[in-house]
Structure formats: structure tokens, C-alpha cells
Nanobody, 120 residues
């Protein structure tokens, strides 16, 4: 499966963005999808994940209540709604497929990343 992340941009603190991850290829509905981010000078970190049906979601403590992950299997798309953005949310955001956990190594397929910059 190939993944294409989009929706990043420059936003002021307190603003919102919605990231999209569109998958091509077959069997999208068999993959759990995760979002990760890498801030400058830091390791890639887990943000959120969603099960194949969308019935189960899990968030990093740092974004719980602030971000919402969802998916529309008919569109082969997973979304990450990000509200109340803070400068510390600035990072390149990646979507990944094939895993169910929080470690990047658990995921087999990765998108190219989309830059999110939050100004103070």
C-alpha cells in the first residue's frame, strides 16, 4: 500500500488543521493506521492510531483531547483533526500503515510526511 499525507501548513497557535492520509493499493481496510511526528532535533514519536474499522483509537498523552483520528474506508483515507494547536506541535507528520502499536518499527508502510508549523 502507498500512502500520501497532506493538509499541513502554517497556522497560528490556537488554530486547527486537518491532515489527510490517502492510501492507494488494495486491502486498505486490513491495515491499522498510525500518525507519527518528528519535531526538529527529536526522534519520531507516536501521535495516534486507528483500527481497521475505525472502532478503536488510541492517542499519545500529549495530544489526547486535542487531536482526533478517524477514517473513511470507502475513500481509503485517514484523517487527523488537530485543534488548539501549540508551537510544540510543530513537526513533520507522517502516516503509516500495517501496525497497531505505538512504535514506528511496528509499521510497514510510510507516507512522505507533511509539515505542520504553529507560530506563537
Amino acid at each position: 500500500v502507498q500512502l500520501q499525507a497532506s493538509g499541513g501548513g502554517l497556522v497560528q497557535a490556537g488554530g486547527s488543521l486537518r491532515l489527510s492520509c490517502v492510501a492507494s493499493g488494495r486491502a486498505f481496510t486490513t491495515y491499522g493506521i498510525g500518525w507519527f511526528r518528528r519535531a526538529p532535533g527529536k526522534e519520531r514519536e507516536f501521535v495516534a492510531r486507528i483500527s481497521t474499522t475505525g472502532g478503536t483509537t488510541y492517542y499519545a498523552d500529549s495530544v489526547k483531547g486535542q487531536f482526533t483520528i478517524s477514517r473513511v474506508n470507502a475513500k481509503n483515507t485517514v484523517y487527523l483533526q488537530m485543534n488548539s494547536l501549540k508551537p510544540e506541535d510543530t513537526a513533520v507528520y507522517y502516516c503509516a500503515a500495517g501496525g497497531y502499536g505505538t512504535a514506528p518499527r511496528e509499521y510497514d508502510y510510510w507516507g512522505q510526511g507533511t509539515q505542520v508549523t504553529v507560530s506563537s
